[in-house]
């Protein structure tokens, strides 16, 4: 079972520099043990806290102020990533580089700037012990900060190849949806095997990958988790409104606002490595677009401009143009109120699942997705730009 430090522990260790704290951390350079691979585990025991803080990339500074600025010597430690805090509350920091959000996390060891901690928490389930009667499988929601996972039979997806090769344990993140196809008690303790393809096969990007999970980690999803939001109001009557400028989204119907949230749309002004030129290829599209497809679980992989991605599971994918640009859940950062996608509107994953209800066309779990095409259309999504 993993063990997190005290406060005291933490200070002494800090005292004492950044190799104490990494003799602790997860050793990204010794020999991939294979072994860990198929070694099923227990949740370890979380922080005790209504939120809980994720570190989502490594290297991050825990300082003693809520201030990056370079002339300001405050950085106790350096966290690796999936390090766990307890979130006390966000307040408002001196952050220098160019960033819009100026937001800190203060938790009892220092502060954490707030885009690279993602806010989860603690919720385990009572998990079944056998497959409801005449059910192939389940969808099933991540609802603590992270379990680990057992992979069963041929490594094969970019994701899982790139953690074997950074030395990093395979992960489902508070926030991830999974379609889950049997259950085994063989090791102590409930676990269920997450079908990385199933149910809806081939073509979206996934690999055909099996991997089993301490059952507490996931709540079953039921219809009414998926029902749709205001089925009442014409769905004529329902738009959303994404300012790229200042990433935000609101969802309308008719002119009364009811819902808001912060957004991280397309990079844009990125070099492009083959031509040496400054690019938009991965911004947002500007204009009106439609709801057009929605799926509760994608994996996301491809080789794009710039850079690729795999990432699988992305929880409560509402398309929105094309099938390669959507309003999604994203729990690998909390940089809301930046651009920094890939074309994407990021929202957080509780954001993320609001909209698919609300949108049209409704989607319910056993028909996993649906599509609509015109003359048909889903809810109007008007994103909007200023050219200076």
């Not at 997806?157 to 049997?182: E, K, N």
């Not at 085994?184 to 979206?204: C, I, L, Q, S």
């Not at 509780?350 to 996993?368: C, G, M, N």
């Amino acid at each position: 079972m993993q063990r997190y430090l005290s406060r005291r522990e933490f200070l002494k260790l800090s005292g004492v520099g950044l190799a104490g704290l990494s003799a602790l951390a997860w050793n990204r350079f010794r020999p991939f043990d294979f072994d860990m691979l198929s070694a099923p585990k227990r949740l370890p025991q979380f922080p005790n806290s209504p939120i809980i803080g994720r570190i989502v990339d490594p290297d991050i500074d825990l300082r003693s102020s809520p201030t990056n600025d370079p002339g300001v010597n405050n950085s106790i430690a350096k966290l690796p990533a999936d390090t766990l805090l307890e979130w006390n509350r966000e307040v408002i920091g001196n952050v220098v580089g160019g960033l819009n959000n100026q937001r800190y996390v203060e938790t009892p060891q220092g502060y954490v700037y707030a885009s690279v901690l993602q806010p989860t928490r603690n919720l385990p389930n009572t998990p079944i012990t056998e497959m409801p009667p005449g059910a192939n499988g389940f969808w099933a929601e991540v609802t603590v900060p992270y379990v680990d996972l057992a992979h069963e039979g041929v490594v094969a997806s970019p994701w899982l190849q790139s953690l074997i090769q950074y030395r990093f344990p395979p992960r489902l993140y508070y926030g991830q949806v999974v379609w889950i196809d049997q259950i085994r008690t063989v090791n102590g303790f409930v676990e269920y095997r997450w079908n990385e393809d199933a149910p809806h096969g081939y073509g979206y990007g996934a690999y055909g990958e099996f991997f089993w999970a301490d059952g507490a980690a996931f709540k079953i999803l039921s219809e009414e988790d998926v029902a749709p939001i205001s089925p009442d109001v014409d769905p004529n009557d329902k738009r959303i409104a994404v300012d790229l400028d200042f990433q935000t989204l609101s969802c309308y119907e008719g002119s009364t606002e009811v819902y808001f949230c912060r957004v991280s749309s397309g990079l844009k002004g990125i070099l492009d490595p083959a031509s040496g030129e400054v690019s938009d290829k991965l911004a947002t599209p500007v204009g009106n677009l439609l709801t057009h497809w929605k799926i509760v679980s994608l994996n996301m992989t491809a080789g794009t401009f710039g850079s690729g991605y795999s990432t699988p599971a992305v929880p409560w994918t509402t398309m929105i143009s094309g099938e390669g640009i959507a309003i999604h859940g994203a729990f690998w950062h909390n940089a809301f109120g930046e651009k920094r996608s890939h074309g994407c509107i990021n929202v957080s994953p509780e954001d993320a699942k609001w909209i698919f209800r609300w949108t049209t066309p409704y989607v319910s779990l056993a028909q996993t997705e649906m599509r609509v095409s015109l003359p048909d259309y889903g809810t109007i999504v008007v994103t909007s730009e200023r050219n200076f």
